[in-house]
């Protein structure tokens, strides 16, 4: 009798694994076989836990030929959204931005070398061809230093919106928001000057001729220029500052004059050979380099 009440209070299931049954309450003896968290029943029933996710065995309707068509479905239908993304992405994701990006540190020493040296004779601007079929009409950047790519421009640009940062941080009256509004101005100045080029190709009846991603590669080579000039603006003076800023413009000026040559020549064989007209359009392309470096390497007020 003490056996019997000294365990009255404690858990049903305790007094069940004792074989002891309470007064006032029924315990239901469950065998251990149809017990699927048991160990011995998850064991000896393998699909109590299947694929569905239910216990017991795997429906018959998703296993036979109903499950096979919905899982055909399913996979047509997941590739179809993959299609339309890449559709509608394509220009974001593999092809000509991988290519665009394939650079080394070899070639990036080089590249930089070539934008501040434009005008020595062992640069002749020509890209190599692919020499494999199927592939990109040139080698990538990491095998041609003529090729372009968009690891330095963007690089070069987002060096440029901290150089500017370092420039206005002392100032009493810097705000973050001036941070913002210089990247998005670079940003907007990198776009026109991409316009720029695609509309000089345009009016030489040529603007098919290059992607607009080498294009915008081109045109983003200008803010190497300007950070140089805006670090010779913060540190060498007035004076230091104009004789950089003359021979960033120069540089600017004879590698894009040879490089959008080279575009016009080489790479184009629907080119009318108007010479006076195209020296025109690219003697403009090179004197708009001198201003846009000024605009750019101007230290914003705060």
């Known amino acids: 009798m003490a056996n019997q009440y000294s365990n009255y209070g404690q858990h049903p299931w305790a007094a069940q694994q004792q074989n002891i049954q309470q007064p006032g309450f029924f315990v239901p003896q469950q065998p251990v076989g149809h017990s699927p968290h048991h160990p011995t029943a998850a064991a000896s029933n393998p ?12 429906d018959p309707f998703l296993s036979g030929m109903a499950g096979n068509v919905l899982r055909q479905q399913g ?20 092809g000509l931005m991988q290519y665009l990006f394939a650079v080394t540190p070899e070639y990036v020493r080089s590249k930089l070398f070539l934008l501040v040296f434009p005008f020595l004779k062992k640069y002749n601007y020509v890209r190599v061809p692919e020499q494999l079929s199927g592939g990109h009409k040139y ?26 940062g ?22 907007g100045a990198w ?25 915008a590669a081109y045109a983003g080579y200008p803010f190497v220029a300007a950070c140089i000039i805006l670090v010779a603006n913060l540190t060498l003076g007035s004076l230091g500052y104009h004789v950089v800023w003359a021979y960033g413009g120069l540089c600017m000026a004879v590698f894009l004059v040879r490089t959008m040559k080279r575009v016009i020549f ?8 108007q010479a006076s007209r195209h020296n025109y359009l690219l003697l ?19």
């Open 47 to 58: 699909t109590a836990f299947g694929d569905g996710g239910f216990a017991g065995a795997a």
């Open 139 to 164: 080698l990538p950047p990491r095998q041609d230093v003529n090729a372009p790519d968009l690891y330095i421009p963007v690089m070069a640009l987002w060096t440029y919106c901290l150089l500017v």
């Open 266 to 273: 080489s790479e184009s064989s629907q080119y009318s050979h």
């Open 166 to 187: 370092i420039a206005l941080f002392g100032s009493e009256t810097f705000k973050p928001e001036i941070l913002y509004n210089t990247v998005s101005t670079a940003i």
């Open 75 to 94: 996979q047509t239908y997941l590739q179809r959204s993959q299609a339309f993304m890449q559709s509608k992405m394509g220009f974001l994701s593999g």
């Open 191 to 215: 776009a026109v000057h991409t316009v720029m080029l695609k509309v000089v190709l345009w009016m030489l009846g040529i603007g098919s001729t290059a992607a607009l991603l080498e294009l």
């Open 284 to 302: 403009g392309l090179a004197t708009f380099q001198f201003p846009f470096l000024a605009w750019l390497s101007r230290v914003p007020s705060s």
